[in-house]
């Protein structure tokens, strides 16, 4: 039992039904697929082509986009280093139920630090975080920005943004590499479904 939970008397209540009976109901297995990059470097699209297929397949799925988390759950967070691992602290333990639901969950978030993405994957058991790597440098990221958040960074106008006035470590060993400047979301949302095939998630 945590501290937290001690001090205020919460005690974890273990369902009468578990992950693996879900599982047999959806008839696939559960597991976050955690897209990782820069702004603007196609993650969010991806993850809604591989839930659009997914869905197609009669799999139960979720996407949380980084915008949409932040419009409600993460609402109170800024973009400082402190708040960035409050904010993928969160969202790692509401994956983790929604993975424990047998739903197969796709986030898309860019989720900069090293630190924090390694203490999501701790909350999951092995083979339930599949980590997919966006790369695409942040001047081809500038160019596809529709929102223009990148030239208010580089104006200084928003401050700690990554890729320009804050840092992004590149994950040291993703399942999977997408290289968005240079393959369509099409062809990606593939790669990746065929990762989830690999990985025995579905049929």
């Not at 409050?86 to 986030?107: H, P, Q, S, W, Y």
């Not at 203490?119 to 695409?136: H, M, N």
């Not at 104006?155 to 968005?180: H, M």
Request: charged share 30%.
């Amino acid at each position: 039992m945590d501290k937290i939970s001690k001090n205020n008397n919460i005690t974890w209540f273990n369902s009468y039904v578990c992950r693996e009976d879900r599982e047999r109901l959806h008839d696939h297995g559960a597991a976050v697929i955690w897209f990782t990059g820069f702004s603007a470097s196609g993650k969010s699209t991806i993850a809604h082509l591989v839930e659009k297929e997914l869905h197609s397949r009669g799999c139960s799925t979720y996407v949380f986009d980084g915008d949409n988390v932040r419009h409600g759950l993460c609402s109170d967070l800024t973009f400082r280093r402190e708040d960035r691992a409050e904010n993928i602290r969160r969202i790692g333990e509401m994956v983790k139920l929604f993975v424990d639901a047998g739903m197969i969950v796709l986030t898309a978030f860019i989720s900069p630090y090293r630190q924090d993405r390694r203490k999501v994957r701790s909350l999951l058991k092995d083979g339930q975080f599949l980590e997919v790597y966006v790369e695409c440098s942040s001047e081809v990221c500038a160019t596809r920005d529709q929102k223009g958040i990148y030239a208010k960074a580089k104006a200084g106008v928003i401050r700690e943004f990554t890729g320009i006035s804050a840092p992004y470590e590149v994950p040291e060993n993703p399942d999977l590499i997408i290289r968005s400047y240079k393959e369509d979301a099409s062809q990606a949302a593939e790669r990746v479904i065929r990762l989830i095939e690999q990985c025995k998630l579905i049929r």
